[in-house]
């Protein structure tokens, strides 16, 4: 979707590295989502934000951070991935506008594998 | 906290005839219940989405059912075509949307020609 953007759109990374991630709306919603996608779990919430330096955990935050310091940008850090995080990472947003109230808008998604 | 089960998880249809997709959640606090579409490659699309105070929604071939006795929704695709084909995700939340998802696990549906 043209109002969100995530980078990178692929990553392979070493074990025990630091990783970030980062989604860019031109949205200017309030809330935003990072969700991973693993074959047989559907997505699941990592972590999200209600508003600038508003964050709280989802279900599976553990090995996971975010920050917040714009409307536009939530950024994801792996603090020290492991084989467990390759995973498709996907960041989320919503708002309301004027056409149409609630639901998310995904980005396209960032493949990572931790080798 | 919220926990929503998709069935089934693969589905194959003859093009031209319907697709049921069926969830169920646990939360009946749970009020806004959106199905997204996603192609390969790509992230999910909301593409039809109904909330608490409403039985059926529908929007041209597609149409979602709430049953909240039950606490099940389902989807509904009629004359299926080729784009169809793709995974599809149920989600729920307490709130209309601006609120966290909890995700089914998803289904997998093939459109044969």
């Known amino acids: 979707d043209a109002g969100i953007t995530q980078s990178p759109r692929h990553k392979v990374t070493e074990t025990g590295t630091p990783v970030t991630l980062r989604c860019h709306q031109t949205?200017?919603?309030?809330?935003m989502y990072w969700y991973r996608q693993d074959p047989g779990h559907g997505l699941r919430l990592i972590h999200y934000?209600?508003?600038?330096?508003?964050?709280d955990k989802g279900e599976v935050s553990d090995g996971y951070s975010v920050s917040r310091s714009k409307t536009e940008d939530f950024l994801l850090t792996l603090e020290s991935a492991t084989s467990s995080q390759t995973s498709v990472y996907f960041c989320?947003?919503?708002?309301?506008?004027?056409?149409?109230?609630?639901?998310?808008?995904f980005g396209s998604g960032t493949r990572l594998t931790v080798v | 906290g919220e926990n929503v089960e998709q069935h089934p998880s693969t589905l194959s249809v003859q093009e031209g005839d319907s697709a049921v997709i069926k969830c169920t959640y646990s939360?009946?606090?749970?009020?806004?219940f959106p199905w997204y579409k996603q192609e390969l490659g790509k992230g999910p699309q909301l593409i039809i989405d109904?909330?608490?105070?409403?039985g059926e929604k529908k929007d041209q071939r597609i149409a979602v059912t709430l049953n909240k006795t039950a606490k099940h929704f389902s989807l509904h695709i009629t004359e299926t075509q080729p784009e169809d084909s793709a995974v599809y995700f149920c989600?729920?939340?307490?709130?209309?949307?601006?609120?966290?998802?909890?995700f089914g696990t998803g289904t997998r549906l093939t459109i044969i020609p």
């Open positions: 989320a947003i919503s708002g309301t506008t004027g056409r149409r109230m609630g639901g998310y808008t």
């Open positions: 949205e200017n919603h309030r809330y």
């Open positions: 934000s209600y508003g600038v330096k508003d964050t």
């Open positions: 939360d009946s606090a749970s009020n806004y």
């Open positions: 109904i909330r608490s105070n409403v």
């Open positions: 989600a729920a939340s307490i709130g209309f949307g601006n609120e966290k998802l909890t």
